[in-house]
């Protein structure tokens, strides 16, 4: 029997096969180690998470359109220019901080402003629909929301001529520190707040409790202005000790089978 005689044959119950043992371990996955670590267990609601589809794809749609538009704008004008040839690693390290600590400076102050009145209900009230955030509340917001936030982008390559390089960085992370702060689950490691050199940069903890709680945690990459303008949820490192403390233990009497793929799948 050939190769092709074979794959014609036997490859539908391969699939079946391949789909069985990936849903049992995608299964196992979810309830030995991503709903220990689920930050409101009971939070999540489907009208919720069908609404945010809508304002997230509108958002997307609008927005988008005008910040590529804007950075076109400025790019043919000469406005936002960027440096191409090769740069030592720790001038793309100082570029790249600079944009970190200037946006969390920019991100919490006009936070702290969309939550007042009339600002909140014009733009930032839809991003607060979910109290329990996943991952759709990333862009799930008034599309003026994503232009106050997503504008700072081409502002600051406007301000400051950075490298190309630099951008590689600036892209991943502003999508990757979204989706992780409104991923709903808690994935970094219970000594994160204990150590001098970690504690300054949020959670998702920090974030979802921004959003159950409303008038605190503002900042956007780290603690420091809310450490700063006294706005840091009172309970909130005792909060994540104990949604770290539920997964420790969740792990620990977890059935064997299960909690040996769920640690084959944390050491993966």
Request: hydrophobic share 45%; with cysteine; glycine share 6%.
């Amino acid at each position: 029997m050939g190769l092709k005689d074979w794959i014609i044959q036997y490859s539908p119950l391969s699939y079946w096969l391949v789909a069985f043992i990936v849903t049992g371990f995608a299964v196992a996955l979810y309830r030995g180690w991503f709903k220990a670590r689920k930050i409101q267990p009971k939070g999540f609601k489907w009208t919720i998470f069908r609404n945010e589809a809508i304002y997230g794809t509108i958002n997307v749609a609008v927005s988008s359109t005008f910040l590529v538009w804007i950075t076109k704008v400025g790019t043919e004008s000469g406005v936002i220019a960027f440096h191409h040839e090769p740069a030592a690693w720790w001038v793309i390290a100082l570029e790249y901080a600079l944009y970190f600590f200037l946006f969390d400076t920019w991100f919490y102050w006009l936070h702290r402003w969309m939550h007042n009145e009339p600002f909140y209900s014009l733009i930032h009230k839809i991003h607060h629909k979910s109290t329990s955030p996943n991952l759709l509340t990333t862009i799930s917001v008034n599309p003026l929301e994503s232009l106050v936030n997503g504008g700072f982008v081409p502002l600051f390559t406007a301000v400051f001529t950075v490298h190309s390089e630099t951008m590689l960085l600036i892209t991943p992370t502003n999508i990757i520190m979204g989706l992780y702060v409104h991923s709903g689950y808690e994935f970094l490691p219970r000594w994160w707040n204990k150590t001098w050199a970690t504690k300054w940069f949020i959670t998702a903890t920090f974030h979802d409790q921004h959003h159950k709680y409303f008038r605190w945690n503002f900042g956007g990459y780290t603690t420091i202005w809310d450490y700063v303008c006294n706005t840091r949820r009172t309970n909130y490192e005792s909060d994540f000790d104990q949604i770290k403390a539920r997964a420790a233990t969740s792990k620990a009497i977890a059935p064997p089978a299960v909690a040996a793929q769920s640690s084959s799948a944390a050491q993966g």
